[in-house]
């Protein structure tokens, strides 16, 4: 009966887990996992660098990616006077400042969850705090931190951390803070989250906040996040066999949506398509030329494209490529089919060229390799 009991109950565990995975992941992500024994911080380290470059080349505006460790967390509450069976709960609140000010923060650890005044404010002397691998040796020095092994096992792994960052060349990014808390049972040593700021805010402070998580800076929001989980994947072996695990989740569909919104704020169009060249006609009966001269583009390895229609008129051709992004038209008449050319026209600018059939092929990849 024992037995039985403890299997059930690590099903009832596995599957509060497994619960609490799929709501995080309620919208579109990819992932990156690394499985496996290794030294310390050094997959986490690549982890943060992966993410460094996604955010770089994707030129979403300024970013910044916070840095904490559970364990830090942990000993910190202790430190201050949490009693452990509130350290979860209390946890769940402080996840809360990317969110509400300080003082609301303070106010529902106190008044909702019964946490004492004084424990409340020495909480909020250390969430306040952000920096780098200085702050890390500073905790280490810290009388209360000190004392916690937890927190100093931590502290040492952040100082690692930061030193491979460093060698990554990504710490311009990357702020060790001790408000970020990511409420997942499931992280057992380094987390982190990647946030998008406001367009026309430069740079973001990486100093005491003064108690408040937003002084100098408007966050958009969390677009990635992640961290250590050495105790999920055993959970599920029959054998309890212990596999070390770091990764990170990447939100797509909250990129994707940031992008669109940075767009139209800019005015810019999205190009709905891969296609490079629309080949299009200027008077009827011409459709068997436009499928002449297309063949001849996706031969030469060009992605081009033609209306489905036998005399589309000229203008809805036009609109087409405007719609979709098409940066280049070519366009076939019967003057431009005795003259031996085809008339080029960039979508942008409505500027047009006659450019002769033989060299065609190079211009447009001239062209399109210059966009």
Not at 144 to 151: H, L
Not at 174 to 194: H, K, N, Q
Not at 254 to 260: D, L, N, W
Not at 279 to 296: D, F, G, H, I, P
């Amino acid at each position: 009966m024992e037995g039985k009991t403890q299997i059930q109950e690590a099903i009832k565990t596995q599957g509060d887990i497994v619960r609490r995975m799929k709501s995080e992941k309620a919208s579109k992500e990819e992932d990156f996992d690394i499985a496996g024994q290794y030294d310390s911080m050094v997959p986490d380290a690549e982890c943060l660098r992966i993410v460094h470059e996604i955010l770089s080349e994707l030129d979403l505006g300024d970013f910044r990616i916070k840095v904490n460790d559970r364990r830090i967390l942990d000993g910190m509450f202790a430190v201050c006077g949490v009693p452990g069976d509130m350290f979860r709960t209390i946890c769940s609140t402080v996840d809360k400042l990317d969110k509400m000010p300080w003082e609301d923060v303070k106010r529902e650890m106190v008044n909702e969850k019964g946490l004492s005044e004084e424990a409340a404010d020495k909480i909020g002397e250390y969430v306040s705090l952000q920096g780098g691998m200085d702050l890390a040796e500073r905790l280490l020095q810290d009388q209360k931190m000190s004392g916690s092994k937890q927190a100093c096992a931590g502290l040492s792994d952040i100082k690692l951390l930061f030193s491979y960052l460093q060698l990554f060349q990504v710490t311009n990014k990357m702020v060790f803070d001790l408000s970020l808390a990511r409420g997942l049972d499931y992280y057992t040593g380094v987390i982190y989250e990647a946030v998008l700021f406001h367009a026309g805010i430069e740079s973001c402070s990486t100093e005491v906040r003064n108690g408040s998580p937003a002084d100098e800076c408007v966050s958009v929001g969390s677009v990635a996040g992640g961290g250590r989980y050495d105790g999920l994947v055993g959970m599920f072996d029959p054998n309890g066999k212990k596999v070390p695990c770091v990764g990170v989740s990447i939100g797509i569909e909250r990129i994707f949506s940031y992008m669109e919104q940075k767009a139209e704020a800019l005015a810019l169009k999205i190009r709905t398509t891969e296609v490079q060249v629309m080949v299009a006609s200027a008077q009827k009966n011409l459709m068997e030329e436009r499928l002449r001269l297309v063949t001849e583009l996706w031969n030469a390895g060009i992605k081009a494209e033609v209306m489905y229609k036998r005399n589309p008129k000229l203008l809805s051709q036009l609109q087409h490529c405007e719609d979709s992004g098409i940066p280049l038209v070519a366009i076939l008449g019967e003057q431009e089919l005795k003259d031996g050319v085809v008339k080029l026209r960039v979508v942008a600018t409505r500027e047009e060229v006659d450019v002769s059939r033989a060299v065609l092929v190079d211009e447009i990849k001239r062209r399109t390799s210059e966009a």
